[in-house]
């Protein structure tokens, strides 16, 4: 691409889209809006607890999904100071179902780095920003930006598609994405970086959409190079996704009349990190679920028809489902299996991820 040619892409994309975000911007629980901020002067920028609460929220998640959860999250700890201060058995509950948990323990660990190191202030520039848990590039960038105002490059997945589109780059992601990241950074106006961010944000998710773009409508399209080419639609081009595994184990569902089921909770590192759990066995890559021989000789069991199936991000689970009825000696049991029993009342409150709501579910005890 020509270098003038971008040169004029780059001065006319801010101020036509600005324009546009002035009177379209979408109306989100932790954003200010231009609407807001013309009708109170005082208000100049969002706060940072809330931007950095909701951007840890919307990382691999929809905005319709977070809005609820945020809105919990934030009734229960108003500041950076209540959300350090609680346990983090309970934020872990608060997050189920939002999936990925070690986000969850990454927002409790930065929620205590701001407010007991950093008297509650959060970072105003990217690289202080950076340095707390669980905040990386995109999100310092965003906080950064929609916080502080600062010119920084904000470029999430609607971002990439509008970038690959207007600019027309062909080569499939991962790769472009260095050349994506180039071409947003030169855009970036120093004026209301905040508001181009979320601009360029609302531009992806409403109308640079995914399938049928709404470029009749799209305040940049003029000089829209993937418009021009009629290749819009067909641009981000991604590599061909690589298979997912399967991996497979059996879980172990104690139940008692008296007591209800026996769950434990998994170790604070690695995939599920410190949630609650139907007791399983090891899970298997490619081949046969294997029973564990240390949970398989303190009940006679039974195999339930069927299989649970979930999938993670980088594989499928087949889960078969076993189940023991315990009328006696529940505590050695519990300690045998390092649980603690609960009853159904007991699941809300409870941090158990999606994966073993459906055990439970499977096993008709929800």
């Known amino acids: ?91 872990l509950s608060a997050w189920a179902g939002l999936g990925y948990y070690a986000r969850a323990r990454n927002l409790h660990k930065c929620a205590k780095v701001v407010a007991e190191q950093l008297g509650g202030i959060f970072p105003d520039t990217e690289e202080g920003l950076l340095k707390l848990p669980g905040v990386g590039p995109y999100t310092a960038a965003a906080i950064a930006a929609i916080s502080f105002d600062r010119p920084t490059t904000v470029v999430d997945g609607n971002v990439e598609r509008v970038i690959a589109r207007y600019y027309a780059l062909e080569d499939p992601l991962p790769g472009v994405k260095p050349q994506m990241k180039e071409c947003a950074q030169k855009q970036t106006p120093n004026e209301r970086a905040g508001d181009y961010a979320q601009a360029m944000m609302d531009l992806g998710a409403t109308i640079c959409t995914p399938r049928s773009p709404g470029c009749v409508i799209c305040p940049i399209q003029t000089d829209c190079l993937g418009r021009k080419s009629g290749i819009a639609e067909d641009l981000p081009k991604k590599a061909p996704k690589k298979e997912k595994p399967t991996r497979r184990a059996y879980a172990y569902l104690f139940l008692s009349e008296e ?32 029973r564990e021989p240390g949970l398989d000789q303190l009940s006679q069991w039974t195999e339930l028809d069927g299989i649970v199936k979930h999938t993670f ?39 158990l991820p999606t994966v073993m709501k459906k055990i439970l579910h499977h096993a008709g005890y929800t």
């Open 259 to 290: 007591r209800g089921a026996l769950l434990r909770r998994r170790p604070e590192k690695g995939l599920l990190g410190g949630m609650t759990e139907v007791p399983t066995g090891n899970w298997i890559v490619q081949g046969n679920a294997e």
């Open 313 to 351: 991000t980088h594989f499928h689970f087949e889960i078969t489902v076993l189940t023991a009825k315990v009328s006696r000696d529940h505590d050695e049991v519990a300690k045998a299996v390092q649980g603690k029993w609960a009853h159904k009342s007991d699941f809300a409150a409870l941090a």
């Open 1 to 91: 691409m020509k270098r003038i040619q971008v040169a004029v892409l780059v001065q006319m994309i801010a101020e036509e889209l600005l324009s546009w975000y002035d009177r379209h911007a979408r109306e989100l629980p932790w954003r200010l809006s231009p609407r807001q901020k013309r009708s109170n002067p005082d208000l100049l920028f969002a706060d940072p607890y809330r931007v950095w609460l909701s951007e840890i929220m919307l990382q691999q998640t929809t905005v319709a999904t977070v809005k609820g959860y945020y809105e919990k999250f934030l009734m229960a700890w108003p500041s950076v100071h209540n959300l350090a201060s609680e346990e983090l058995d309970n934020i």
